[in-house]
C-alpha cells in the first residue's frame, strides 16, 4: 500500500517568500506529525494533529511557521517570510493512533527546503 | 543537556563483528523507547521497540535501564546492510499522552567487508 507522501519533494525559494508544504498520510491513520531534519541531527518534532485538531504546537520555532489538516487527512506546513536558517528537511509521519505509547510512526520522504 | 543523547560515531565494524550502541536520556517520566534506523537520504524507520524487559529482534538485541535512564542496542554479525545511522528515540509520554518522538542525534554504523 502506498506510504506517507510529501510534495514538493525539493523547494528552493528566495529569502522573504511564502513556502506551502505538502503531507499526505496513510489512508486511515488518525496522527499526523512533522518534524524538521538538519543534516547531521535526528527529526526534531515540529507539530502534531489528532484527526483535523493540532494537539500540539510547541516545537514549531516562532510565528512564521503554521500548519492545517482541516479535514483530517492532508496536512499543509506554511513557513512564512522564509529565512536562510529554514534551510531543512521537513518530514512528515502518520501513525494509526496515538492511544498506544508504542504506535509505529510511518515517515514520508521528507521535502528538501533550501533558502537562498 | 540534549533530552537525548548519543556517541555519533562512525562505529567503523567488519562483517561479522557485534557491535554495541548506547544512548542516554534525561526525562525520567519517559514511558516508551525505540531505536530507529536511517539510511542514507531516507526517512526514518522503526527497527525496533525497546521494553523494560529487554528484547531480541533475530540479530538485534534491544535494552533498557530505568534507573540510569540508559538504551542500549547489539547488533550480533554484523552485515553490509546494517550500515546505517541509528537513531535512539524517546516517547516522553508526560506531554499529553501521545506520541511525540524525541530523537538522538544519531550513531552511523559502517560495516566493511
Known amino acids: 500500500g502506498a506510504g506517507v507522501s510529501q510534495s ?6 528566495k529569502r522573504g517568500q511564502d513556502v506551502a508544504l505538502r503531507c499526505d498520510p496513510i489512508s486511515g491513520h488518525v496522527s499526523l506529525y ?10 526534531e518534532f515540529l507539530t502534531y494533529f489528532n484527526y483535523e485538531a493540532q494537539q500540539d ?6 510565528d512564521r511557521f503554521s500548519a492545517e489538516r482541516p479535514e483530517g487527512s492532508i496536512s499543509t506546513l506554511t513557513i512564512q517570510r522564509t529565512e536562510q536558517r529554514d ?6 509521519a502518520s501513525s494509526h493512533t496515538s492511544e498506544s505509547s508504542y504506535n509505529e510512526q510511518f515517515f514520508g520522504p521528507g521535502t528538501r527546503l533550501t533558502v537562498l | 543537556r540534549k533530552e537525548v543523547e548519543q556517541d555519533p560515531g562512525p562505529f567503523n565494524v567488519p562483517e561479522g563483528a557485534t557491535v554495541a550502541f548506547n544512548c542516554t536520556y534525561s526525562n525520567s517520566a519517559s514511558q516508551s523507547f525505540f531505536w530507529y534506523r536511517q539510511d542514507c537520504r531516507k526517512e ?3 527497527l525496533m521497540s525497546v521494553y523494560s524487559s529487554g528484547n531480541e529482534d533475530g540479530r538485534f538485541t534491544a535494552q533498557l535501564n530505568r534507573a540510569s535512564q540508559y538504551i ?15 537513531l535512539c528515540v524517546v516517547n516522553p509520554l508526560g506531554s499529553g499522552g501521545y506520541n ?14
Do not use: E
Open chain 1, 34 to 43: 512533522w518534524y524538521r531534519q538538519a543534516l547531521g541531527q535526528g527529526p
Open chain 1, 87 to 92: 534551510s531543512a528537511m521537513y518530514r512528515c
Open chain 2, 44 to 46: 526514518p524507520k522503526l
Open chain 1, 57 to 62: 504546537k510547541s516545537g514549531l520555532p516562532n
Open chain 1, 8 to 13: 514538493p519533494r525539493y523547494k528552493v525559494t
Open chain 2, 100 to 113: 511525540k518522538l524525541i530523537f538522538g542525534a544519531g550513531t552511523r554504523l559502517a560495516v566493511h567487508p
Open chain 2, 72 to 86: 542500549s542496542l547489539l547488533i550480533r554479525d554484523s552485515k553490509l546492510s546494517d550500515s546505517a545511522t541509528y
